[in-house]
């Protein structure tokens, strides 16, 4: 009896620790959302980046899609919620409703602030509207996101902007009742942590975190004490709303893929290839089916982009890394090819219901605290509140650093298909209708073009319109009558009375000033004195800009700014006039003993 008591009991562990060991293993911990947001790539060197820059606010005289929206209606954002989504409809040529899911249980910096009762909502535009007289129509399919939780009285929105070729981070504050909203560009930093590359992201099927499952719409209801529309969203959506939602996501994703290969897989000097590649991209639409993806054309344009690849490389290295930078994470992983990434936009499915239900779920139970309604970060400046919640596993966070989608070499000429499809169905029937119907008219006035439109700039739809059709209205161009960008954390400072303060901004403002989570706020301030006063009373600063001292001891890791940064490589570039600029940072600061 006591041998079968003793196997049973062995059994049993043995059991726990087959459950509970390969669990463990895979719920490492993604690194702090404060450390990643620090963290920039060094891609300056990338035409790319220097056309499209990572700026948190956007290029001047260019903006996003939504604040052409909200200046169309006169400046108002519509409260509540359901106001704008009824917006939205009503640009809708087809007048249906926006996709919107609710997800209860999700994994965005306002998570602690949603549950079954107030599940946050996402929205996405499908719809294109026709061109008409004088008018392009404006094609928000795939360019436009907002996320709405109601308790943070915030909406998160990302929207792309035509004219500077990339989405814009944005946040809509003080979006309540009887509150003035106020929209503000948010860090760009922070937000792509998870929107790694800058693109809108989404979860991979079957979308258990969302109500197109009937397990999380029916806990919806029970928690809300009813089936009735949340701000005129469904408790049930169909799944074909969350897989609309991804391939949504995708399309926008690839918007980012399509500037890359524009760019830099044409090259600064590629006008003849971006002149190419519009000019097949017409061909694919005009007849998908019978494109012939090894025709004379398209072999050359992988010659035009060879030339490119292979005249331009980047000033660290002597091999063939044109097309992209290795994002950090990844790099020194030799199943990493050289070439375009394609980042990748999905994120693992989640099943919130589903971890906490069986044996795991009770052994997961034991070791993980569950959030409670309203803990967590309060807004999206928040970063602080939000690291105190329980962390996701590591496969589940989308802080986690994710292989990229594609890898896309000069050989493939995948931007011939990411450029026809900035086109809309509208665009196409009326450039047919202009060219007879045959495609070879089009590409002919196509070779016609001025030069200077194929120079290296972001592509966008509406100028090769323009060029093409003659010069017509377009929606949401035009920033004259827009008051200046906001960015999330305060105004920017103009530097008058003490240009002391002028390196700091160059070098330090980007991860110290407005950023979110206190503690890496200390350039913080609203006037001039007051930045320099907060700034003189971390004397720490003077050992972090101490690069003769510190480098290659142990304190090289706080060194400042970080040795992966734009700022660093500037810097170091700079040669002596670099080295004087830290000095002259380091004097501003008093040392521990101010005689």
């Not at 070779?447 to 100028?463: A, C, I, T």
Request: glycine share 8%; with cysteine.
């Amino acid at each position: 009896m006591q041998k079968k008591r003793k196997y049973f009991l062995i059994g049993v562990v043995g059991l726990l620790l087959f459950i509970i060991l390969p669990w463990m293993m895979n719920s490492k911990e993604a690194p702090p959302i404060t450390e990643l947001a620090k963290t920039t790539s060094n891609n300056d060197h990338y035409l790319s980046s220097q056309v499209i820059p990572e700026t948190d606010l956007p290029p001047e005289n260019t903006r996003s899609l939504f604040d052409h929206l909200i200046v169309q209606n006169g400046g108002i954002v519509p409260y509540p919620y359901s106001k704008l989504l009824a917006m939205l409809k009503e640009q809708n040529p087809a007048g249906t409703e926006p996709i919107s899911l609710l997800i209860p249980n999700g994994r965005s910096l306002l998570k602690g602030q949603a549950d079954n009762a107030h599940p946050r909502i996402v929205s996405t535009a499908d719809f294109e509207v026709s061109n008409s007289g004088a008018n392009i129509g404006f094609a928000p399919r795939g360019q436009l996101f907002l996320g709405f939780v109601e308790n943070a009285n915030e909406i998160e929105v990302v929207s792309y902007n035509e004219a500077a070729g990339r989405f814009e981070f944005q946040l809509v504050q003080s979006y309540c009742q009887d509150c003035t909203p106020r929209i503000v560009y948010a860090r760009r930093a922070i937000c792509s942590t998870c929107h790694q590359g800058g693109t809108p992201i989404f979860s991979q099927r079957p979308w258990n975190e969302t109500n197109g499952q009937p397990e999380t719409a029916n806990a919806i209801a029970l928690a809300r004490g009813n089936r009735e529309a949340y701000q005129d969203v469904p408790i049930q959506q169909p799944l074909s709303h969350p897989e609309r939602f991804d391939q949504l996501t995708d399309v926008g994703n690839f918007f980012y893929a399509t500037q890359r290969l524009w760019l830099d897989g044409c090259g600064e000097k590629g006008n003849d290839c971006r002149r190419q590649m519009l000019s097949l991209g017409f061909l694919y639409l005009d007849n998908a089916g019978g494109f012939n993806p090894n025709s004379s054309e398209a072999n050359e344009l992988r010659r035009l982009q060879r030339l490119a690849f292979n005249k331009e490389k980047t000033p660290e290295s002597t091999t063939n890394e044109k097309f992209s930078p290795i994002p950090l994470g990844l790099q020194g992983n030799a199943e990493i090819k050289k070439g375009i990434l394609v980042p990748e936009s999905d994120i693992a499915n989640r099943d919130p219901i589903g971890e906490k239900q069986g044996i795991k779920g009770w052994i997961r139970s034991l070791f993980t605290r569950e959030i409670k309604f309203g803990e967590g970060a309060r807004d999206n400046e928040d970063l602080s509140e939000f690291e105190k919640l329980p962390p996701l596993r590591r496969e589940l966070d989308p802080l986690t650093l994710r292989p990229p989608k594609q890898i896309l070499t000069p050989d493939e000429i995948d931007g011939v298909y990411g450029v026809a499809s900035f086109f809309t169905e509208s665009d196409q029937k009326l450039l047919g209708a202009q060219n007879g119907y045959d495609v070879r008219r089009l590409i002919a006035k196509i070779q016609k073009l001025p030069n200077e439109l194929f120079d290296p700039k972001p592509f966008s739809r509406v100028k090769i319109l323009e060029a093409l059709l003659g010069k017509k209205q377009y929606c949401c161009l035009d920033t004259s009558e827009m008051s200046p960008p906001m960015v999330s954390g305060g105004p920017p400072l103009e530097i008058k009375e003490h240009p002391e303060l002028q390196a700091f901004a160059d070098n330090c403002f980007s991860c110290h000033r407005g950023n979110p989570a206190k503690r890496l706020n200390f350039m913080g301030g609203v006037t001039e004195a007051e930045v320099l006063e907060n700034i003189k009373a971390k004397k720490e600063i003077r050992d972090a800009l101490d690069w003769e001292r510190y480098e290659n001891t142990d304190k090289s890791s706080k060194l400042m700014p970080p040795r992966n940064s734009n700022q660093y490589r500037k810097l170091m570039d700079a040669g002596e006039n670099g080295r004087k600029t830290l000095q002259q940072m380091r004097d501003t600061v008093p040392g521990f003993f101010n005689f």
